[in-house]
């Protein structure tokens, strides 16, 4: 089992940045991507981006690039979704996910997720 515990989330105002953290442990060497979704309220579960969990190579949706960024941190066994220029159509549940599969980025292909972080942007 792999557990994943998202933080960072809360109220930014339009244009502003935010980090999110999403902390590992468990089995961690049984997956091979973490990756970042995002819920809107009455809507389908996003695809934000991954990256790889050897060589943490990053891969984004494309309406993500730019402005989304993610980084991870071996040691830590911790991955990161830096946000710039957040407007209020970014306001959704965050979730961090794992999988055992290479590089993808439907919901269905993930095995372990958290319990999701709220972000909310508005002035």
């Known amino acids: 089992q792999v557990q994943l515990v998202e933080s960072g989330g809360g109220l930014v105002q339009p244009g502003g940045s935010l980090r999110l953290s999403c902390a590992a442990s468990?089995?961690?060497?049984?997956?091979?991507?973490m990756a970042w979704f995002r819920q809107a309220a009455g809507q389908v579960r996003e695809f934000v981006g991954g990256?790889?969990?050897?060589?943490?190579?990053?891969y984004y949706s494309n309406s993500k690039k730019g402005r989304f960024t993610i980084s991870r941190d071996n040691a830590k066994n911790t991955v990161y979704l830096q946000m710039h220029d957040l407007t209020p159509e970014d306001t959704a549940v965050y979730y961090c996910?794992?999988?055992?599969?290479?590089?993808?980025?439907?919901?269905?292909?993930?095995?372990?997720w958290g319990q999701g972080t709220q972000v909310t942007v508005s002035s």
């Open positions: 996910a794992a999988s055992r599969l290479p590089r993808v980025d439907t919901a269905e292909m993930y095995d372990y």
């Open positions: 468990g089995r961690t060497y049984t997956t091979n991507v």
């Open positions: 990256i790889t969990v050897s060589g943490a190579i990053p």
